[in-house]
């Protein structure tokens, strides 16, 4: 169940005194068109973070989305390199550059990639309808990593819908935001939105999706402290890694084992190794 994979995280966290967890995705997840502290995983930090605190424990939250990618080859490949080697929960959302759930072997591939940690981390798919990856993943991962997905069309319905929520189109949310200092450098006068194109959404749909998810952390972090011992353990063995299709390039390689990785997530500014062109 969703509180019984998230209870066990939470239970190892509070152990630790610590729970780290990391956002993948494209431009919409890494909130293009707010402020970065706009994202939802940073709205899952500010509602998830206090309580845990109260409980001793520390709540590291990063959010690596990048625009435009796709969950391989990165993060797939590099998956320690960029998040490290402390991960407790990662969250996917690639769910509009690899839109319909058609991909399956990407998925696995993400999947295996995680089973490099010690114990691996709680998955969480976004993406609902016709989507079946977590159905891909769970026989990589599950008893010893939970498989879970986030599906908005279920939950966001009614005013909660993103098309209400969304800033995009007629701009409703942008009226709706505090005119304080930063507005007018948010919004075009007229209330237009100035940096966002229709498909990454507002501050508003970020805010429902990190509220959601974050009810269901602080549901189960409620069971875990009213009764510990039936979270408590160490997480069951990995499930044996299934025979890799010859016809995948990217399964074929021994991502299980752990890959070096030499790139990372770093800003850079003028040419580089990679701008080098034949003379």
Known sequence: SVQKGI??????AIAKKRLTVAFSGHSAAAGHGNFFNE????????????????AGVETRVQNFALGGTHSRPHPTWCAKAAWGGD???????????????????????????????????????????VDDRPTAAAPLL????????????????????EKRLDANGDCLAALQIPRDACYAKRFHPVGRCS???????????HQAHGSALA???LDALSAVLADPSSFSGPAPPKPTLPAIPATDSFLRTPLSEGLACAT????????????????
Do not use: I, N
């Open 264 to 279: 990372a997530y770093r800003p850079r500014a003028g040419l580089g190794v990679a701008d080098l062109l034949e003379p």
């Open 215 to 217: 009810a269901a952390w």
């Open 142 to 161: 599950e008893p010893h990593a939970a498989v879970l997905r986030y599906d908005p069309r279920k939950l966001l319905k009614g005013p909660l819908q």
């Open 87 to 129: 991960v407790d929960a990662v969250f996917w959302d690639y769910d509009m550059t690899e839109a319909g759930g058609a991909d399956r072997d990407a998925a696995a591939a993400f999947a295996t990639a995680l089973r490099g940690y010690d114990p691996a981390p709680l998955l969480t798919f976004k993406g609902g309808g």
């Open 7 to 12: 209870g066990a995280v939470l239970s190892r």
């Open 195 to 205: 940096s966002q194109v229709k498909w990454h959404p507002g501050w508003l749909v």
């Open 39 to 54: 994202s939802f995983p940073f709205v899952f930090q500010r509602l998830v973070g206090p309580a845990l605190a109260a």
